[in-house]
């Protein structure tokens, strides 16, 4: 399986940018995709991820009622839409691809695409 992130940006506070993360070489064992990120000093967090197969979802509290997480089977494609941004969303967001139905550590992930860097900034 390879995961293309792509997406990211320079973005004012209270901005938005939508992240893709495309999956090639999806089989059926392959459940979710997820979203982490990864700040400066800072130890790799989980975001959000999504049930390829039913569309069941987590978020991270930090994120709910900002982000939206969804997907496109017909194109092995997961979407991470990100509204009110903020400066503490400034990350490298990397996304991931587990036969974990919820995969919400990132012990379930068995493989991770390159990262996309969002920055918050005014």
């Known amino acids: 399986v390879q995961l293309q992130a792509s997406g990211g940006g320079l973005v004012q506070p209270g901005g938005s940018l939508r992240l893709s993360c495309a999956a090639s070489?999806?089989?059926?064992?392959?459940?979710?995709i997820g979203w982490f990120r990864q700040a400066p000093e800072k130890e790799r967090e989980g975001v959000s991820c999504?049930?390829?197969?039913?569309?069941?979802?987590d978020y991270a509290d930090s994120v709910k009622g900002r982000f939206t997480i969804s997907r496109d089977n017909s194109m092995d494609t997961a979407y991470l839409q990100m509204n009110d941004l903020k400066p503490e969303d400034t990350a490298v967001y990397y996304c991931?691809?587990?036969?974990?139905?919820?995969?919400?550590?990132?012990?379930?992930?068995?493989?991770w695409g390159q990262g996309t860097l969002v920055t918050v900034s005014s």
């Open positions: 999504i049930s390829m197969r039913d569309g069941s979802t």
């Open positions: 991931g691809a587990s036969e974990v139905v919820i995969p919400t550590r990132q012990s379930h992930y068995e493989f």
């Open positions: 070489g999806f089989t059926s064992d392959n459940d979710a």
